[in-house]
């Protein structure tokens, strides 16, 4: 699918009159209702394969609007999936870990007035450890800092009377309205919201931390050029980042930083790769990017990147080994489903 016709379509606050029979309309949920049904095949999976990491890849369905989160191993010869959990209603719009292996799974379209909620797994998706559903508005990415603070990117603004997001094929990418879509951090441990970063986001699709502390945020701009929006670290006021050489009509749907600290962001169908987090990129891979909406690095140094569609009505992982221009490994997933978000976790 080529970046310039990528479907986003987000509405909130009043703009959500017009969904009203979409019967999304509902109170919060109970704690049962954040618990997305497992895959009957998960653990007999699990139990016959020895893994040391996990590749973690969430995808939505656009035909029912909903996603599922899979998960494979990350290095083995097998690349089918081996479990799955599926997330109904609303999809896993992002999806990380931490140091331990847990998977931190960000769900919109659902909770109350469709905020969203993310859940925390253990490794391979196994027990749910802890729900977050305070300072949230639209979750669609997370990251962590060397210090255990875990930053939440929403792409809805904290005034919205509710959130929904909407995603399509083929169709233009557009926004209504200005969402001041924003950042929560939350400290070590805690499930509400320390401090928020805003200003200048319009809608945060994801977010990423430097060695330094220091925010970056892919941004949907609302018009034909999106950015990324930088806060220094101990800083609530963000600024645009300078790039140099991309495309006047752009689309950043990921945003990671390689073992080295190059920042490393999807733009179009290309990964580009910045050493200096600014500037010009020092290269960029093209081989089998169509649109990576989700990138993420193994401890080795492969480059996991998402692909939403690469082909009509169907999304992939393609692995990229340190250096390598070409993927030495595919990840599938069901026709029907593009991927949103990646990851790498520890397996236990």
């Known amino acids: 699918m080529r970046a310039d016709h990528r479907a986003l379509f987000f509405t909130a606050g009043l703009l959500i009159a017009a969904l009203a029979t979409s019967g999304c309309q509902s109170a919060a949920p109970s704690a049962a209702g954040l618990v997305p049904a497992r895959s009957a095949t998960s653990q007999v999976e699990h139990a016959r394969t020895r893994v040391k990491d996990y590749l973690y890849a969430t995808t939505l369905d656009w035909n029912a609007g909903d996603g599922t989160v899979y998960y494979y191993d990350a290095y083995g010869k097998n690349t089918a999936a081996l479990g799955s959990l599926t997330i109904s209603p609303g999809f896993p719009d992002g999806v990380w870990t931490d140091g331990k292996g847990n998977v ?27 729900t977050y559903t305070t300072g949230l508005d639209g979750p669609s990415g997370g990251a962590f800092d060397s210090a255990g603070n875990l930053y939440i990117s929403n792409v809805c603004g904290m005034a919205s009377y509710s959130c929904y997001v909407f995603a399509r094929p083929r169709g233009q990418r ?7 879509g924003y950042v929560s951090v939350y400290a070590p441990g805690k499930t509400h919201p320390k401090n928020y970063l805003q200003s200048p986001i319009n809608i945060a699709v994801g977010v990423a931390l430097d060695s330094s502390k220091n925010v970056f945020v892919p941004n949907n701009t609302g018009g034909i050029a999106w950015n990324v929006v930088e806060f220094l670290a101990g800083s609530s006021q963000g600024k645009r980042v300078r790039f140099r050489g991309l495309p006047k009509n752009r689309w950043v749907g990921a945003a990671t930083f390689d073992l080295k600290g190059a920042l490393v962001i999807s733009v179009n169908s290309a990964i580009d790769f910045f050493p200096h987090e600014r500037g010009k990129a020092s290269r960029k891979l093209t081989n089998g990017i169509f649109a990576a909406d989700g990138l993420a690095y193994g401890p080795d140094g492969t480059l996991f990147a998402g692909n939403y569609e690469f082909e009509s009505n169907e999304g992939n992982v393609l692995a990229f080994p340190p250096g390598a221009g070409t993927a030495a490994r595919t990840y599938a997933v069901p026709y029907g489903n593009g991927v949103v978000s990646v990851a790498i976790g520890a397996a236990r």
């Open 104 to 130: 931190y799974v960000a769900v919109v379209n659902a909770g109350s007035s469709g905020r969203g909620y993310v859940n925390v797994y253990t490794p391979g998706l196994g027990k749910l450890l802890r």
């Open 174 to 180: 557009s926004s209504s309205g200005s969402t001041s």
